[in-house]
């Protein structure tokens, strides 16, 4: 039901349709196997707050990562994952990610995994690895000059 209610609330923001209009769009995904959805989604609802279109993925295939790519742009993709059963899950992510997206995308990868595993750059290729969003924002280039609010309507 929260999920729900999460969804209801933020259907009317504006800031998914921003990277039409020149704001910043992150790229949120969620491992297969992952089971936190309810995380990601309060992390999306973040963002959105402040004037970033999200675009969120549950458990995207490769080929749907390579898909999506060819498609939208974004500043950024942020990457959520609970336990170190998934870094090869990542890890192939961030691997599909940096063969389809265009060159300097930068990657952050966060999640309770953060407080469990040593040296998860080396081991996923992720760019920043914190908890903490506005450190994420800022290793990912999306400054505050750029922010816009958002109105929900």
């Known amino acids: 039901r929260l999920q729900a209610m999460l969804r209801d609330i933020g259907a009317g923001w504006a800031a ?3 990277y039409r209009e020149g704001l910043h769009t992150v790229l949120v995904i969620l491992p297969a196997r992952e089971q936190h959805t309810l995380g990601a989604m309060v992390m999306s609802g ?3 707050r402040r004037g970033i279109s999200v675009c969120l993925r549950i ?4 080929q749907e990562l390579a898909d999506l790519l ?8 942020m ?3 609970a336990g170190p059963e998934r ?5 192939a992510l961030i691997s599909t990610i940096r063969h389809h997206a265009s060159q300097g995308l930068r990657i952050a990868l966060g999640g309770a995994i953060v407080d469990l595993t040593d040296d998860l750059r ?3 290729g992720a760019d920043i690895v ?3 969003l506005s450190k994420a924002l800022d290793g990912l280039g999306v400054t505050l000059e750029r922010r816009l609010k958002t109105s929900i309507t």
């Open 59 to 62: 458990a995207p295939t490769e």
């Open 70 to 77: 060819a498609v939208r742009r974004f500043d950024g993709v």
């Open 46 to 48: 973040w963002l959105r």
């Open 122 to 124: 080396k081991a996923t």
């Open 79 to 81: 990457i959520s994952v």
């Open 87 to 91: 870094l090869e899950i990542c890890a």
């Open 16 to 18: 998914d349709d921003a």
């Open 130 to 132: 914190t908890n903490d």
